[in-house]
């Protein structure tokens, strides 16, 4: 006698069906369904890589002598949608979300779909992936009475791929077949919405929220604000939430007027953009928060803050912004060896400052640069490092005349000094100032020797590591035949960058994801 049992069609929330207008099907199947898929070591696994975020592939199949011969294999087009977030590769699938609220999974090879899914709001988020615990004590069978000798079989529950909506909706889909196992509303907050990726470690699901309620403010009738941030885990298996931690302590309460007579409310604000950063010494994680939305200073806006694992508990808060800045922090933090008894926490604030952090001291200030690029506005997506460097892209929406603007700067992790710095190109474009300016806002990526930056040109660029050399150029922003048949058109390249796994670069660009391979091969 066979048993069966999946633990994820029992005592479930309460799920929701998927956009109501979803898109056509794609044309291009996979022939064979995909098997199961399994966490391994040659992949990118979320928002940073690994747990620390440190965006740095130290095992990327690609040298730095091949990085020249890098050349397109496949584009995948998402019929006018902009991917969002990185492409998640694992086990030889790549995982992305889509502006359109539709989830893929592909061939990491060839970009066949095997699979997708149609979330009930856009997804802004990378979508990262964990393996379900066993079922066996949950479905209690040793209470089941069988004959002697009775063969029992325990169905293995299915990998999983989590990510969160513009909604504030975090869902759980199997790996292999796309199946919606759950749905969690993470805040119930009406604005609420999950900008950033979240973090997985064992059993709980690490998510930060933000909201959009900095847009609504601008309306002198929107009584700003009711927003709190937070952090919210949840277990994998059910969805259920296991805590949630505010950055506000206070409930909102109505403190002025304005001009116009609208009630405002406050403590408010401290959206959490940034993917959790796990130390699984300390047994915490770290995120980067937000402005404050009122008038009174707040203690955990535009901070380093750390909270327990197990229960969320707030162990410490590193306040970092510089006087007025009110622009909080775009990239994860990101935690390195000095050497076997000494760590560092990296964070680099929109305003332009990085720190190094001392993450066994309550994150005590080791050292900060302030870096000046002329026409920048500092650092709006995640920084990288390797065992040596922090690189950081600067980002400007200044018209290409202007000097200076935007750059690639490495910074020595131990002390923060200059390494080297190089500014942006400037770009043969005719697509208008924004499109054509020399801004680094996309998220930077590393790998042995080399580092991978793109720009608001549409152009992706690879350095060295060593003294920032321009090695690699490309213009993605163009036309591109697809493998599942709608033409598309690459653009401007911001927030999300690339990531690079056995031998082939992923990188999204306007509505194309684009797949390149040493000679294209």
Request: one cysteine or more; aromatic letters at 8%; proline letters at 7%.
């Amino acid at each position: 006698m066979g048993i069966a049992c999946c633990l994820l069609i029992v005592g479930l929330p309460t799920v929701a069906r998927g956009s109501p207008d979803p898109l056509p099907p794609p044309a291009n199947l996979c022939a064979t369904p995909g098997e199961q898929v399994a966490v391994g070591t040659a992949q990118w696994n979320g928002w940073g890589r690994d747990l620390e975020n440190s965006r740095y592939q130290p095992e990327p199949a690609i040298r730095a002598t091949d990085v020249p011969k890098l050349r397109l294999k496949w584009a995948y087009g998402f019929a006018g949608a902009k991917q969002n977030g990185p492409a998640t590769i694992v086990d030889g699938h790549v995982f992305v979300a889509s502006s359109s609220g539709r989830v893929y999974s592909l061939d990491a090879k060839t970009g066949c779909t095997y699979w997708t899914y149609d979330a009930a709001a856009a997804t802004r988020t990378a979508v990262i992936l964990g393996e379900l615990g066993t079922t066996k004590t949950l479905f209690g069978l040793k209470k089941l009475k069988l004959k002697k000798n009775a063969h029992i079989e325990v169905e293995k529950p299915p990998s999983a791929v989590f990510f969160g909506d513009d909604a504030g909706a975090v869902y759980a889909l199997d790996a292999r077949t796309g199946r919606l196992l759950w749905k969690t509303q993470a805040d119930g907050h009406p604005l609420a919405r999950i900008s950033a990726s979240p973090a997985l470690y064992r059993n709980l699901l690490y998510v930060p929220v933000a909201s959009s309620e900095d847009a609504s403010a601008a309306s002198p009738q929107y009584a700003c604000c009711t927003f709190r941030g937070s952090v919210v885990a949840l277990d994998i298996a059910t969805g259920r939430i296991v805590w949630q931690t505010y950055m506000s302590a206070e409930v909102p309460k109505p403190y002025r007027k304005n001009d116009s007579g609208t009630q405002l409310f406050g403590p408010a604000g401290m959206a959490i953009d940034t993917t959790p950063t796990i130390d699984t010494a300390r047994e915490v994680l770290y995120v980067g928060t937000g402005a404050a939305h009122a008038d009174a200073p707040q203690p955990n806006a535009d901070a380093i803050v750390a909270l327990s694992l197990a229960d969320g508990k707030l162990r410490w808060v590193r306040k970092l912004d510089p006087p007025n800045s009110g622009s909080g922090f775009g990239g994860a933090p990101i935690l390195r060896n000095l050497s076997l008894t000494r760590r560092i926490l990296l964070a680099a604030h929109r305003s332009g400052s990085v720190y190094g952090l001392d993450p066994d001291a309550d994150g005590a200030i080791l050292w900060q640069s302030k870096l000046n690029v002329a026409g920048s506005d500092g650092v709006q997506s995640g920084p990288a490092a390797d065992h040596r460097s922090v690189y950081a892209a600067f980002a400007a929406v200044d018209a290409p005349s202007a000097p200076a603007t935007g750059g690639l700067l490495a910074l020595d992790i131990a002390t923060g000094k200059l390494r080297w710095a190089t500014p942006s190109s400037i770009p043969a474009c005719t697509d208008g100032a924004l499109q054509c300016a020399r801004s680094e806002s996309r998220a930077v990526t590393v790998i042995p020797g080399i580092v991978f930056a793109g720009s608001m040109d549409g152009h992706l660029r690879a350095y060295s590591s060593i003294d920032g050399k321009n090695l690699w150029d490309v213009d993605t922003a163009i036309s591109y035949a697809t493998r599942n048949g709608p033409s598309a058109n690459g653009g401007p390249l911001d927030r999300d960058g690339p990531t690079i796994v056995s031998g082939m670069l992923y990188v999204d660009s306007g509505d194309a994801l684009l797949a390149f391979s040493i000679d294209g091969k």
